[in-house]
């Protein structure tokens, strides 16, 4: 969030973002008194983990560089479902519909990592490819924890890896936007050298044609000094 203070690129605030909402979504099991009654703290728990998953894949097809019109509606409508989800399943106690929701949501993810492993493999780009390898290992255990989820229901707050394979994307993440941010960094001194030694060339330009033009003035105004000089002779001899 700091990085997009200053340079206000819409990756730094998703990523800023996304840990917040994690960091919500982790400290759950660390809470024994929650602020919330349940089933309120239930929803926000779970939509939390639901929006995570989203800005997830919305910075995955910004750092693949995809703009499409129709993910920008997939995403808005993914969203507004996680929320009545959420509220739904909490809420009423139809914890299977949450279930289900969770199998569509590593469906979401496994078509990012899908994306990232063909743009990685077409591009070969490092950011590209780590990426692609870190998505990958996160569908994996998302896909394990989901299985858990109905092999042991009870246990899974306890069980979860998804908590722990977390970290792998945000130091992904982490080292692609530092990347990019000293990219932009070393871009931008260039540009403002090359301008700077533009605004030198020019300076020098102008005193070059100011000069120029004195000297032009000058030997205009010996010229006309001879000339009225010649003139003052020659009435004289006249």
């Known amino acids: 969030l700091l990085l997009w203070s200053q340079q206000r690129a819409p990756l730094f605030l998703l990523f800023g973002m996304a840990q917040l909402i994690w960091a919500f979504r982790v400290c759950d099991v660390l809470i024994d008194e929650t602020p919330l009654g349940w089933p309120a703290w239930g929803v926000a728990v779970a939509f939390a983990y639901a929006l995570y998953v989203g800005l997830v894949a919305r910075l995955t097809m910004l750092v693949l560089n995809i703009d499409r019109d129709w993910f920008s509606v997939a995403w808005r409508a993914y969203l507004v479902g996680a929320a009545g989800v959420s509220l739904v399943a909490f809420a009423q106690g139809y914890l299977m519909l949450w279930t289900a929701w969770l199998g569509l949501m590593i469906g979401l993810a496994l078509l990012c990592a899908g994306v990232a492993i063909y743009v ?49 994307f945000c ?17 931008l001194r260039v540009l403002n050298q090359t301008l700077a030694d533009r605004v030198a060339e ?30 003052d002779m020659h009435d004289g001899l006249g």
Do not use: N
């Open 202 to 231: 020019r300076e020098r330009q102008h005193a070059a044609s100011f000069e120029q033009t004195r000297e032009a003035v000058q030997q205009a105004a010996a010229l006309a000094e001879r000339q009225r000089l010649m003139r």
């Open 120 to 168: 990685a493999w077409r591009s070969h780009q490092r950011e590209h490819g780590l990426l692609a390898f870190s998505l990958f290992i996160s569908v994996l255990v998302g896909i394990r924890d989901w299985v858990y989820v109905w092999l042991a229901p009870d246990t899974f707050g306890d069980a979860s890896w998804v908590r722990y394979v977390s970290i792998l």
């Open 171 to 187: 130091l992904t993440m982490g080292l692609i936007i530092a990347d990019r941010y000293t990219r932009a960094a070393r871009e």
